[in-house]
């Protein structure tokens, strides 16, 4: 199992619908999440973080977490074409060689089409 | 927030060569990272630049195939040694602020051939 999961996509909605990208983790002592958003050939821009159980709200983004499923999405509002990009998320997890880092999802591809 | 500057942003490498990649900081930051992307793949940490210390490698990863310095709190620099085209990646340092590790350097596209 994969410590941290997305739906691979690629997602398609329509401009002005609202995106749901959906991440589950393994690591039960996770305590930070994240989603990043990546422009194709750009890197990696956090774009939203969660700490606790329920809803985050900023702007048309809202970050949901769900400690006891162990699952964290991401919804986006009235989607933009400019939303088109990959976005991964990010939980922040015990690794081989550290502490605790950031693991990252395989991200998922998400389109607005016009 | 943090800037952060890599350098070089892309380069075309002959196989057995090495790299070195550049990454600078405009404030001091007490974690560094680096990470690999692969093409069509999420982000994959290689190891985190300590300064005064060794770097700690994740799993896969070995100090002679990527050797990390990190002389002081803004500046770390990541080789590429003896490459093979199994090499060619995206590499990417970033840096933690609080409890984020929010910050990423522009990236260095790396072609072995």
């Known amino acids: 199992q994969k410590e941290v999961e997305q739906n691979s996509g690629p997602l398609s909605v329509p401009e002005g619908a609202i995106a749901s990208l959906n991440c589950t983790y393994s690591?039960?002592?996770?305590?930070?999440f994240f989603w990043y958003r990546q422009y194709s050939g750009k890197s990696p821009e956090l774009i939203m973080s969660i700490y606790s159980n329920g809803d985050k709200e900023d702007g048309r983004f809202t970050a949901q977490l769900n400690k006891a499923s162990q699952y964290v999405s991401l919804l986006i509002r009235d989607s933009q074409p400019s939303d088109s990009a990959t976005y991964l998320c990010?939980?922040?997890?015990?690794?081989?060689?550290?502490?605790?880092?950031?693991?990252f999802g395989s991200g998922t591809q998400l389109t607005v089409l016009p | 927030s943090a800037v952060i500057s890599q350098k070089p942003s892309r380069d075309i490498c002959q196989r057995g060569t090495s790299l070195t990649i550049q990454c600078q900081v405009d404030s001091q930051v007490t974690m560094m990272f680096w990470y690999r992307q692969q093409p069509g793949q999420s982000l994959t940490l290689i190891a985190t630049?300590?300064?005064?210390?060794?770097?700690?490698?994740e799993s896969g990863f070995v100090i002679d195939k990527f050797p990390i310095s990190r002389p002081n709190l803004t500046f770390s620099t990541l080789t590429v040694s003896n490459m093979s085209p199994e090499d060619s990646s995206i590499y990417l340092c970033?840096?933690?602020?609080?409890?984020?590790?929010?910050?990423f350097g522009q990236g260095t596209r790396l072609t072995v051939v």
């Open positions: 690591d039960r002592g996770s305590q930070s």
């Open positions: 970033s840096v933690r602020l609080d409890r984020v590790e929010a910050f």
């Open positions: 630049a300590n300064q005064g210390s060794e770097a700690t490698y």
């Open positions: 990010a939980v922040n997890s015990r690794s081989f060689g550290s502490a605790r880092q950031l693991t």
